[in-house]
């Protein structure tokens, strides 16, 4: 778990005293505040420390928090999953606090859960679902489309390889472009490019615009 907008007054033994169950703890000092990271043994001490966050203010201020997996075993698998199963959906735009178990409860027809992360193991808003069969797919795929979690509308795409046959080859040299307008300056670029399909995206370059928070 990573706790960030901490107050630079919360040590080690504060932290520790209110989640006992912690077997790694890792403070650090940022810009005016502090972060820290905390390692459980179980999924359950993990929800513990969830539920007891809800109730738990520094300073006046709630932490933020958001869940940690493991990076490489998570793109290893993710990449199972689309190269495996026909019935794999894309999930977008979920809350950054959401956990795998959460994620499950809002999707109860999905078999298995997959978080997407960012190359620090944090979770980036995206997952993937893998579905028992097409009808159930199907479902969860017209279940997005009116779908909100904590006041996010969801975005769900197909994650599997299709074929068409075309008289002309495809241009391998043929590149296309997105342009987004005013990101806020405090989205790092690497959490941009976890939204989209690491095989898809040849580069990212942006410029902060003058005068504003955005880019």
Do not use: W
């Not at 068409?164 to 391998?172: G, L, N, Q, T, Y």
Request: proline share 5%.
């Amino acid at each position: 778990m990573l706790l960030t907008s901490l107050p630079c007054s919360v040590s080690q033994t504060i932290l520790k005293d209110i989640f006992p169950s912690v077997i790694h703890l890792n403070l650090r000092n940022t810009a005016g505040s502090k972060h820290a990271l905390l390692d459980f043994s179980s999924n359950d001490d993990y929800l513990d420390a969830v539920n007891r966050l809800k109730s738990i203010e520094f300073d006046g201020v709630k932490p933020n928090y958001r869940a940690i997996v493991g990076y490489t075993e998570n793109v290893i698998q993710s990449r199972k999953f689309v190269t495996n199963s026909p019935n794999c959906l894309i999930i977008r735009n979920l809350p950054y606090s959401l956990t795998a178990t959460e994620i499950k409860e809002h999707f109860p027809m999905a078999n298995r859960v997959h978080l997407g992360v960012n190359k620090f193991g944090i979770f980036n808003g995206s997952c993937i679902l893998e579905m028992k069969n097409k009808e159930d797919l199907q479902i969860v795929i017209n279940e997005c489309k009116h779908k909100y979690i904590n006041n996010r509308l969801v975005r769900a795409n197909l994650q599997c390889k299709s074929k068409s046959e075309s008289s002309k080859s495809p241009d391998a040299s043929m590149s296309y472009g997105l342009k987004l307008k005013e990101v806020p300056n405090v989205i790092e670029d690497d959490r941009i490019k976890a939204l989209f399909p690491e095989t898809s995206l040849t580069g990212l370059s942006s410029a902060p615009l003058k005068d504003s928070n955005t880019r």
